[in-house]
């Protein structure tokens, strides 16, 4: 079963407390099952009630005022579910934040974190030493003792599980973003164009990007690469792209592939305002990923304020035939066992379609768990058969051609080392090092190994990390496949790291704030600039050549298209994807 971390558990927060949408359930119910289970939604009541009580603080407003902000800030569709658990629930959050108490407290109150009361996130804001008779606990055992009995009948969470679960069953039926059934679509979320290249032409299942092979007339765009038409007897594809070494961009890894991250305006009280969760539906529908800003996949670069460059950019910036070639095979929480059964989706045909770079990339959850101990983690047997399953798959998927890099597992010792005594965005001088010991504290924590304080359990599991990485060379020294050649690259965070310091950046900024825990974007854009050095230095006949004649380009930064120029004069840059 798919782990939930922390970046999810607090988007789910968002939702299951402010968005009791069916298109929360579709997600959470069906692709993140786990979300629901353990402490988990201890912690998402904790961290939304805590954003709530900064929002008050920082905005100087009542907690009702606050609670009618935050709905009134949410899209207009979600508002109406908003509006009915602030009447639910709003007094008694109210009344508890009114007498003091934490937000700890207020969740204890009503039952959420009712089997962790020795779990604390929050100190009192104030001294409550002159409270009598300690009012805010009594209200807490007041609370938790008759709110199942005399609201709902259940507890929160089970009323907001069963609403969700009702409204789901008439929503998104199957097949209705992918009319043709060829894996591709023309919407953008909902595994659709930020994850894959978007489909030209969804009616007819022999059109979509990476195809080769056509027997269409020169007016279809068979690839959806934008290049149609004729000049003369020659059609443009075959004028401007055979022959330029064509080749897709596939990742199959996880969610640092997956660019997993919630932005932190959306737990910074100081922060939110009326546009703060403008892209929250656009978000869950994709998640909580943003692989169209990933170093694999990438493709917006839209937004002058994200830095944005991926594998998939330069290799389109090599060849502008390339053009929507690109698919990001990555799921939340994936070590290797769950690769096997992910790459069935991987739409590739040996016969019709270009050959591509695959990156296989399980930087970390084959050895994150929430276990208290180091058995859990995936042995270098275990993961050694993964792959070689992984990879025979790819063989029968793959055209003659390919290649296959795997990127080795991170030293997530860096975690902690960099993170520990930052404060996190959730305020109240709140660490890091605090949130990782509550999150294990509510049996939540999901890399216990490297997101702790004892030095000898994290030394354990980056010591199973180098291991791990060393199958990926053993496999590269000893295996062969039919259509594929192979490369290891160590995951080079630690190079990465000291390059940007060296430049004078902050360490901590290669990681995302609010879960502690992933690559931020600025590491997405690094490390695919990296990688793609790394390729042009070690295998550059893996970049296609497209003009062998010009070794001067070669040289400086490796072959280009010789058309790329006639491509933007006659079509433009396809903008869109």
Request: proline residues 6%; glycine residues 6%.
């Amino acid at each position: 079963m798919t782990r939930a971390t922390p970046v999810f558990v607090l988007a789910a927060a968002l939702l299951f407390f402010l968005v009791p949408s069916a298109l929360a359930a579709a997600l959470l119910f069906f692709l993140v099952p786990s979300v629901l289970c353990n402490g988990d939604a201890c912690l998402e009541c904790t961290l939304i009630i805590g954003v709530l009580d900064q929002y008050a603080d920082t905005h100087e407003v009542s907690i009702e005022q606050a609670m009618d902000d935050l709905c009134g800030f949410l899209p207009s569709e979600l508002q109406p579910g908003c509006k009915a658990l602030v009447e639910k629930y709003g007094d008694v959050i109210i009344n508890l934040l009114s007498e003091g108490a934490t937000p700890d407290e207020v969740c204890q109150g009503i039952t959420l974190c009712a089997d962790y009361k020795q779990c604390s996130l929050f100190t009192p804001k104030f001294d409550r030493t002159s409270l009598q008779h300690d009012r805010v606990g009594h209200m807490v055992e007041k609370t938790a003792g008759g709110f199942t009995q005399h609201h709902i009948g259940l507890s929160p969470w089970d009323w907001i599980k069963q609403e969700l679960a009702e409204v789901f069953s008439s929503h998104i039926p199957p097949g209705v973003f992918d009319l043709d059934d060829d894996h591709f679509s023309t919407l953008h979320p909902l595994r659709g164009a930020d994850w894959r290249g978007m489909d030209c032409g969804d009616t007819n299942s022999d059109v979509y990007p990476g195809r080769n092979v056509t027997n269409f007339s020169s007016n279809i765009d068979h690839n959806c690469n934008g290049v149609v038409g004729s000049s003369g007897s020659q059609t443009y594809e075959s004028l401007l792209c055979a022959n330029t070494g064509q080749m897709g961009t596939i990742v199959i890894g996880a969610s640092a592939q997956a660019h997993f991250r919630i932005p932190p305006t959306w737990i910074e009280g100081q922060y939110i305002n009326s546009t703060t969760y403008d892209d929250l539906i656009f978000a869950i529908e994709n998640e909580l990923d943003w692989p169209h800003l990933s170093w694999a996949t990438g493709w917006d670069t839209s937004n002058p304020n994200t830095p944005v460059s991926s594998l998939y950019l330069k290799m389109r910036e090599q060849n502008l035939c390339n053009h929507r070639d690109y698919q990001s095979i990555s799921l939340n929480g994936a070590g290797s066992p769950h690769l096997i059964p992910l790459v069935q989706t991987l739409s590739r045909n040996q016969t019709h379609d270009q050959p591509a770079l695959a990156v296989i990339a399980t930087i970390g959850d084959d050895i994150c768990g929430m276990n208290h101990d180091a058995n859990h983690m995936t042995t270098p047997q275990e993961f050694q058969q993964n792959i070689l399953t992984l990879l025979n798959t790819l063989d029968t998927k793959l055209p003659s051609g390919s290649h296959v890099l795997f990127m080795g597992l991170v030293d997530g010792r860096i975690l902690w080392d960099t993170m520990n005594n930052l404060t996190h965005p959730i305020g109240r001088n709140i660490t890091y090092a605090k949130i990782y010991e509550y999150l294990t504290c509510i049996n939540a924590n999901p890399c216990y190994l490297w997101l702790n304080s004892n030095q000898t359990l994290r030394d354990i599991g980056s010591a199973r990390a180098a291991q791990l990485s060393a199958v990926y060379e053993t496999i590269v020294a000893n295996y062969t496949f039919k259509h594929f050649d192979m490369a290891y690259l160590p995951f080079p965070l630690e190079q990465i790291k000291q390059t940007w310091v060296a430049n004078g950046g902050n360490p901590a900024d290669l990681i995302e704030p609010v879960d502690g825990f992933h690559p931020s974007q600025v590491t997405h854009k690094l490390l695919a600039d990296y990688v793609w050095q790394w390729l042009q230095k070690n295998y550059p006949s893996w970049i296609p050549l497209t003009n062998p004649n010009n070794a001067k380009i070669l040289q400086l930064f490796g072959k280009t298209n010789p058309n790329n120029a006639k491509i933007l004069q006659l079509f433009g840059d396809q903008g869109g994807y």
